[in-house]
């Protein structure tokens, strides 16, 4: 029987990660050239962790959803704002939404309802 450790599934799981964001800087890279076209390898990695991290603390866990979240990130700087704009804060801080109701949220608000 083959019996994985927990120093295993880390190291997996931090592989897994990495690889990920490997995959969405390239994702930006081709995808929004000309909005990350200011940002080095290194702050695009960066900047993919971060956006990771705050997923991951939304709730947002699926590689697609971190994906769409990513998107929204590089297209709207609302999200990027210190601190959030407060309909956004709304609705990240409320913790009766899931991950995937918060992205559909954010999605909502920033395409069809802020432009501010």
Same mark, same amino acid.
């Given at each position: 029987?083959?019996? +994985?450790? /927990? !120093?295993h =599934? #880390?190291? @997996? ?15 930006? #890279?081709?995808?929004?050239s000309? /909005? ?5 390898n290194? $702050? @695009? #990695?960066k900047?993919? !962790?971060?956006v990771?991290s705050?997923? &991951? ?5 699926? &590689?697609?959803?971190?994906? #769409? @979240? ?7 700087d609302?999200? *990027? $704002?210190?601190? =959030?704009? !407060?309909? +956004?804060?709304? +609705?990240?801080s /409320?913790? $009766?939404?899931?991950?995937e109701? +918060? =992205?559909?949220m =954010?999605?909502? *608000? @920033?395409?069809? &309802? /802020?432009?501010?």
């Amino acid at each position: 029987m083959l019996k +994985i450790r /927990d !120093e295993h =599934l #880390r190291a @997996l799981a931090l592989q897994q990660r990495t690889c990920f964001i490997g995959r969405m800087a390239g994702h930006l #890279r081709e995808t929004f050239s000309a /909005d990350v076209s200011a940002l080095d390898n290194e $702050r @695009l #990695r960066k900047f993919v !962790e971060k956006v990771c991290s705050t997923a &991951e603390q939304w709730g947002i866990t699926e &590689e697609t959803h971190v994906e #769409r @979240l990513l998107e929204l990130y590089v297209s709207f700087d609302q999200l *990027r $704002r210190n601190p =959030l704009p !407060e309909g +956004i804060n709304a +609705i990240v801080s /409320d913790r $009766r939404y899931c991950g995937e109701q +918060i =992205l559909l949220m =954010l999605e909502d *608000r @920033l395409l069809f &309802e /802020d432009r501010t």
